[in-house]
């Protein structure tokens, strides 16, 4: 546990420490006018939980929304082959820096899960994937296109599958 906290705060960059600064004043200062309204009692409760609130949900969401437009990329997968030798997936894909910065590495990961058919099923089927492999992508520059090459493995189902593909990028 305090060996991901020490990942997260070593990972965290200039941005991060602006929001979670904002944040925090604000945090304050909604206490402190809390405070000042304790006479009137619901008023004064209402400012204190939107403070916890806004300290809570407003730096969760503000995170995750502020690294998901600074390190925008897309993905796609080229190309996709089960080997039959072995019990691997071959997956060829690119992944491009649409950011306005240079990424110093990407974890792209791609997922594999069965397919059914039904929508509904499929849906509850991605929450349980057949099999996860990442590989990792250092210095990807502004627009560029990069090209990998993933072997996703041991895969022994026979059956339909979907391959999705993502990327996290810093």
């Given at each position: 546990?305090?060996?991901?906290?020490?990942?997260?705060?070593?990972?965290?960059?200039?941005?991060?420490?602006?929001?979670?600064?904002?944040?925090?004043?604000?945090?304050?200062l909604f206490v402190?006018?809390?405070?000042?309204?304790?006479?009137?009692?619901?008023?004064?409760?209402?400012l204190i939980l939107?403070?916890?609130?806004?300290?809570i949900v407003g730096?969760?969401?503000?995170?995750?929304?502020?690294?998901?437009?600074?390190?925008?990329?897309?993905?796609?997968?080229?190309?996709?082959?089960?080997?039959?030798?072995?019990?691997?997936?071959?997956?060829?894909?690119?992944?491009?820096?649409?950011?306005?910065?240079?990424?110093?590495?990407?974890?792209?990961?791609?997922?594999?899960?069965?397919?059914?058919?039904?929508?509904?099923?499929?849906?509850?089927?991605?929450?349980?994937?057949?099999?996860?492999?990442?590989?990792?992508?250092?210095?990807?520059?502004?627009?560029?296109?990069?090209?990998?090459?993933?072997?996703?493995?041991?895969?022994?189902?026979?059956?339909?599958?979907?391959?999705?593909?993502?990327?996290?990028?810093?």
């Amino acid at each position: 546990m305090s060996g991901t906290i020490s990942k997260f705060i070593n990972e965290l960059i200039v941005y991060d420490y602006i929001l979670f600064a904002t944040l925090f004043l604000l945090f304050i200062l909604f206490v402190t006018i809390g405070i000042l309204f304790r006479n009137r009692g619901a008023i004064a409760i209402l400012l204190i939980l939107f403070a916890f609130t806004q300290l809570i949900v407003g730096s969760t969401y503000g995170y995750i929304k502020m690294h998901e437009f600074l390190f925008t990329n897309e993905t796609a997968i080229t190309s996709q082959k089960k080997l039959n030798f072995t019990q691997a997936i071959v997956l060829y894909g690119s992944v491009k820096n649409i950011a306005d910065k240079d990424f110093s590495s990407c974890n792209i990961t791609a997922t594999v899960y069965k397919k059914s058919g039904n929508k509904i099923k499929d849906y509850i089927l991605m929450l349980k994937p057949l099999n996860k492999m990442s590989i990792i992508e250092q210095g990807i520059v502004k627009d560029e296109k990069r090209e990998f090459k993933m072997i996703i493995e041991p895969f022994i189902y026979g059956g339909d599958y979907n391959i999705t593909l993502g990327a996290k990028c810093r």
